[in-house]
């Protein structure tokens, strides 16, 4: 028996592998292994021989039980080890920088401003780019023969020869969007409508698509005083300075009476816009107080209800934010103005985590 001991202690302190181990325990304990095989003889011994020879066996089988499994953890661990060798990574090395896209001005200027405006409790409504002439034009107090129409450079879209239905326009405002969301809503309201318009104009300064955003309040006595407060709110925090001066110049929209645009004070400085300050004047939108027609239109009356109404250029306020000198290259594509201008794709704005960084 001792012998047996020794010799499978050995074997299994030599085993190299799982497998090996394996063959060590049939070849043992196994059914019809060498140890297995003694104990079957026990049946042939006397009494006397079986009372020593009995726990002895038992003894040496658990013993190599034992050993079989100390060996197996022991092979498990080395395995281990040897893959967390082969696996070993450093760390503190430093990162590979992936090259990705960035955030495009616009975006970043379009959430910026509904960041700021959602904090005012306008929630963000949208509307079609390809618009009936009734919501672009009519339902805004814009009849057939208004020399708005002409005014605005529109692009039309053609009708197939038999149908004589008015064709649809690309929208040339966001105002549709005012008429669509009063009828889906309702009054009261609060909205901004952020979005593509389209207009057939090209220079510095116009692109055929650019971008506005439409705000829309609708309540029982809405007045230019909450507009006015609205406003400039609005450009305080877009614009990241404590005061801004605005002025409110008389004008002319068919869908608000009565109307004005807005100006911001500004100079400018070595060819940069200062924001607050100085002699110039800059206009940045258009408002007033939504036409009585306007209302009626989108299903409003408006001898119960009143509101105000504004549309405010997305790309030019960009310009003006962040220094960008020509409109049209926010739309060429060309990767070198995106790195220079675009935002990191992960600086969410938010008005408590800063909108611009
Ligand atoms: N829709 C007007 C434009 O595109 C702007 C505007 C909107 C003016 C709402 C008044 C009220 O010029």
Known sequence: MDDLREKYIRL???????????????QAVGKKGEISLRMRELGRMTAEERQVAGPA?????????????????????????????????????????????TIH???QVTEEVTAIFADMGFAVAEGPQIESDWYNFDALNIPGHHPARAEMDTFYTTRAEEDDRPPHVLRTHTSPVQIRTMQAQGAPLRVIAPGRVYRADYD????????????LAIDRDISMANLKW???????AFFEVDAVELRFR???????????????????????LKIGEGDDWLEILGSG???????????????????????????????????????????DSDLRWLRHYGFAGLDVP????????
Not at 204 to 215: A, I, N, Y
Not at 230 to 236: A, G, P, R, S
């Open 12 to 26: 299994i302190a030599e085993a190299g592998d799982e497998a090996a181990l394996e063959d060590l325990r049939v």
């Open 57 to 101: 066996l038992n003894a040496l089988k658990d013993e190599i039980n034992a050993a079989l499994a100390a060996k197996k953890a022991a092979l498990a661990d080395a395995a281990l080890d040897e893959r967390l060798r082969t696996e070993w990574l450093d760390v503190t090395l430093p990162g590979r920088p992936r090259r990705m896209g």
């Open 105 to 107: 001005p616009i975006s």
């Open 204 to 215: 510095q300064t116009h692109t055929p698509m650019f971008h506005q955003v439409e705000g």
């Open 230 to 236: 609205c406003l400039e709110e609005f450009v305080k």
């Open 250 to 272: 008389a004008s002319h929209f068919p869908f608000t009476e009565p109307s004005a645009e807005v100006d911001i004070r500004c100079s400018w400085q070595d060819g940069t």
């Open 289 to 331: 107080m939504v036409h009585p027609k306007v209302l009626q239109a989108g299903d409003i009356d408006p001898e119960q209800w009143q509101g105000f109404a504004f549309g405010m250029g997305i790309d030019r306020i960009a310009m003006l934010k962040y220094g960008i000198p020509d409109l049209r290259a926010f739309f």
């Open 350 to 357: 938010t008005l408590h985590g800063g909108l611009s960084r």
